[in-house]
């Protein structure tokens, strides 16, 4: 069971701006998770209509190891996010000739770019979790995100 004072589940609507406590013992409605993303010690689920985050130390899970093709040339954020995704790179000048894709949990392509700012709008993609591909100089990285509205 989730949520209560030993396991501190919070859920949030707004992509994260504000969490709120799951009381233990809730339920009674169901969801279904469109993928499950761990970042910064938290475990992230996400629904079509909310995003639950859950500390992994009250999981009891001291370390974890996730081996993912993220590098830190790339940094992504706000994660969650909610209508805009910023895109950090060690060198702004990288972006023009960047190609840029945003592909579903399911690895279909929903949305791409040739060149671009360093921030995308993803205003208009459903509550989910996604992947980030950026492919520059013959280098791909993948770095997920999430959507909550």
Known sequence: ?????????????????TWTLIPQGTGGSFDVFNGFLIDNGYLFGATTTWVIRVSLENLGIEEVSIQNATYSEIKIYPNPTTDI??????????????????????????????????????SKLPNGIYMLIVQLEGKKWHQQFIIAK
């Open 1 to 17: 069971m989730v949520g209560g004072s030993l396991c501190k589940a919070h859920f949030s609507t707004d992509g994260g701006q």
């Open 85 to 122: 995704l910023h895109i950090q790179m060690e060198s702004s000048d990288k972006f023009q000739n960047t190609f840029i894709q945003i592909a579903d949990i399911n690895g279909k392509v929903v949305s791409q770019f040739t060149s671009m700012d360093n921030e995308i709008d993803v």
